[in-house]
């Protein structure tokens, strides 16, 4: 329950979201489609519409919007949140689909300390975000990760036939494992965007999409959570950020410069991309190529690809 003097959890969903890419799934925000976007070093192709999903927790998810995502097709759900944001609640789901336990990190520290260190460091803005986006990557890499989260991800989509659409999702809004001695109202959890944004960045370029749209379709999380944007940023001002509201914005926001910088820090980290997926997550060559196979695709006649530049346009508007 929100603090009486908060500002609610539940934002009603954004419906002047562009569509695509976004879709209006009641209960559920910042939920879109990765694909659609050309390839432009491979003209006539673009990434596969219907099969690459992202959003926020699945937490206020109804009928209505679990409706939405079965005539999308979604059967397999995979959820990046740690142990501790689980929280041990019930997990929803649907008929056909199967909800799979894939956290990068496993059990975070929650001491007042390690939160405000963290915190911090996002709040610094596109060179914080870097940092914690390399965690992400050296983490997820881990020779001794229980779950292997993005080699799991990763083989679905390189299936033998087309796969199945998933839908990949993280944390946004409330953590209620947050001891209530720190807050005088639950608190918005840092990962927001993060380790979704890292999975599908490495999938896009895997396909050959360019950095520019790589980073474009990380911005969109801007609007995406733009019903929540407000109320997550005034928590945050609050603590840790002791009234410093500018360093909260920084730590909601998602600009292109910080995706940017990961790219072009993993390729100085790790030689490329394929390089990190073939040499540190240990996925094969033969892998990563029928994933290429299933997402890179002929532009159908009469279809278009995703117009992103006039989407672009729409993030350089006010979205508090």
Known sequence: MSHPNSPSDRAPANTDLPSPPFINAPGLVNMRDA?????????????????????????????EG?????????????????RKEHGGEALK??????????????DEDYSPAAIAARFGQYGDGPEGFVKAYASILATAAHEDHPSKPFQTIL????????????LIHCSAGKDRKW?????????????????????????LALCGLEDEVIAHEYSLTNLGLAPRREAI???LTV???QGDRERAEKMVSAPKEVMLQTLKFLRKEY?????????KLHISQATVEQLRKNLVVDLAEGEKALDWRSHAGLLEKPHL
């Open 35 to 63: 694909g659609g976007y050309a390839i432009q070093s491979n003209p006539g192709k673009v990434i596969r519409r219907g099969v690459l999903f992202r959003s926020a927790h699945l937490n206020d998810l109804g009928d």
């Open 66 to 82: 679990i409706s939405t995502l079965k005539q999308l097709g979604i059967t397999q759900v995979f959820d990046l949140r740690s």
């Open 93 to 106: 789901t649907w008929e056909g689909a199967n909800r799979i336990f894939a956290p990068v990190f496993l």
């Open 155 to 166: 083989h679905h989509l390189a299936s033998p036939t087309v796969p199945s659409p998933v």
């Open 179 to 203: 001891p209530v001695t720190l807050l005088p109202f639950p608190s918005p959890i840092f990962h927001l965007h993060l380790q979704p944004c890292v999975i599908v960045a490495l999938i």
């Open 233 to 235: 940023v005034q928590r």
């Open 239 to 241: 603590y840790p950020f």
């Open 271 to 279: 030689g490329s991309v394929e390089d990190y997926v073939l040499d």
